[in-house]
């Protein structure tokens, strides 16, 4: 039975980043519709609107945060690719992200995985704050550049999380590492130290981490960045 456990374990991976990765392959589809229908355009990672947050993934009502982390209420009918996902509750969550322990839900269910590309995707406040258009990242560069990818995030300053008790939650970007200092490691490397990828070519790919980039609050989970040799993310090739 020991000798055959490494296997068994290994064999059950390689289903869930098999699953994973065709829940990237769905939501490279449901993106390709989005940017059909809206000229290439992508959407922004958050619009404020008078009565709460429009996220890409969802809508918080500003009366939501209120009822505390794990309880929080998100409207997933709102996100911005929800007309275009057939089964958007199981696309939008990998399958090996609770398989990680230490974890802390921030929504009330599962809610999201995946970290859109937040260079194609801004936040309003960001340096350049305007959606890019996919007819930006050079044909060249498709296979390299990344739309989505397998995200997660260490909290340690909301309860139950502390400093002495530092925990993963669902996150929603990806960034290079060197984009900016407030930026923590946000790249899930869950698939036995890789993490799924979706290109703008569209395909998928597991990729692996930075040397030494995994964060030290809780090196376990392996969350870091990707090496920048590997993948890149803005148009025109960085």
Not at 161 to 178: F, I, R
Request: overall charge negative; hydrophobic content about 40%; glycine content about 6%.
């Amino acid at each position: 039975m020991a000798l055959l456990l490494p296997a068994l374990f290994a064999a059950m991976e390689l289903a869930d980043r098999t699953v994973c990765a065709n829940n990237l392959r769905q939501l490279g589809l449901a993106v390709q519709l989005y940017l059909k229908d809206h000229d290439g355009q992508f959407f922004p990672l958050l619009k404020q609107e008078a009565d709460g947050r429009l996220w890409y993934f969802g809508f918080e009502a500003s009366s939501s945060p209120a009822l505390g982390e794990g309880n929080r209420i998100l409207d997933r009918t709102r996100g911005k690719l929800y007309p275009y996902l057939e089964a958007s509750e199981t696309v939008e969550v990998c399958p090996s992200f609770f398989k990680q322990g230490h974890y802390k839900p921030k929504y009330k269910g599962a809610w999201w995985t995946y970290g859109i590309n937040r260079v194609l995707s801004p936040y309003p406040f960001d340096p350049q704050p305007s959606p890019r258009n996919i007819s930006e990242i050079r044909p060249s560069d498709a296979q390299r550049t990344v739309i989505f990818a397998d995200a997660a995030y260490i909290n340690w300053w909301q309860p139950p999380a502390s400093p002495q008790n530092p925990l993963v939650e669902e996150w929603h970007y990806v960034l290079p590492q060197d984009r900016s200092a407030f930026d923590s490691p946000h790249v899930h490397f869950r698939h036995l130290g890789r993490a799924n990828v979706l290109f703008a070519d569209w395909h998928v790919e597991a990729v692996g981490p930075a040397a030494g980039s995994f964060d030290s609050r809780l090196p376990e989970a392996r969350i870091g960045y990707f090496d920048p040799a590997e993948v890149l993310f803005a148009p025109g090739g960085s």
